[in-house]
């Protein structure tokens, strides 16, 4: 088990530029989870993953914001524009859920990825 | 959605005493609630979860209890040591919904 790897673990950027974060889950994870953390806050939800497909988007999720997980492995987070105020901490966790049980499991959080916008 | 609130948002204990924290939830369909421990810095790790079939799970120094009526479950550290101190998250539901947070100074 290496974990869930994020990368980069740094990204500054200027306002009105695009990036691009990369997320790996453990290898056998079928749930994937965007998160994104500010100082003092606990982690926000953006979206998340069942195999390949997006099942769920926060609402908050603004439409800057696109996450893809094309075959079902990796995920990438994609934000457009980017503005001051999406500096923050982008977090991905991954979770085996198996069906034959109606109980979640637990979630293995990557080191994330610190976005500052200038 | 699922609304979850977490209280207190700091708690400062001696070594060796013991510290609570409370979380509530919003949603009666909720059935897995883990809490998370995240020292500065570092990810968000699963220290101890409960699901709702049960109303109190232990681990050596660390104990959940949930309350499905009042849609209320708790943290329980005993013998708080200097090494506890973090900050704390609930969950709850889809593990979408994550609480405030609890920033736990232990003093020595």
């Known amino acids: 088990d290496t974990g869930v790897s994020q990368d980069p673990r740094h990204k500054i950027t200027k306002r009105g530029q695009n990036v691009t974060f990369r997320c790996d889950p453990i290898s056998e994870h079928n749930r994937l989870y965007w998160y994104r953390q500010t100082l003092g806050q606990g982690p926000e939800f953006l979206t998340y993953?069942?195999?390949?497909?997006?099942?769920?988007k926060s609402r908050l999720l603004s439409d800057r914001f696109s996450a893809e997980r094309p075959k079902g492995s990796f995920s990438t987070l994609e934000i457009q524009r980017t503005e001051q105020g999406d500096s923050a901490m982008y977090l991905c966790?991954?979770?085996?859920?198996?069906?034959?049980?109606?109980?979640?499991?637990?979630?293995?959080f990557g080191n994330g990825t610190r976005l500052t916008v200038t | 959605g699922e609304n979850v609130e977490q209280h207190p948002s700091t708690l400062s204990v001696q070594e060796g005493d013991s510290a609570v924290i409370k979380c509530t939830y919003s949603d009666s369909a909720s059935n897995y609630f883990p809490w998370y421990k995240q020292e500065l810095g570092k990810r968000p790790q699963l220290i101890i979860d409960i699901r709702s079939n049960v109303g109190e799970k232990k681990d050596q120094r660390i104990a959940v209890t949930l309350n499905k009526t009042a849609k209320h479950f708790s943290l329980h550290i005993t013998e708080t040591q200097p090494e506890d101190s973090a900050v704390y998250f609930c969950a709850a539901s889809n593990q979408f919904y994550f609480g405030t947070g609890t920033s736990l100074t232990v003093i020595p």
């Open positions: 993953f069942q195999n390949e497909a997006q099942l769920e």
């Open positions: 966790a991954s979770s085996l859920v198996q069906y034959s049980v109606s109980y979640n499991s637990p979630l293995h």
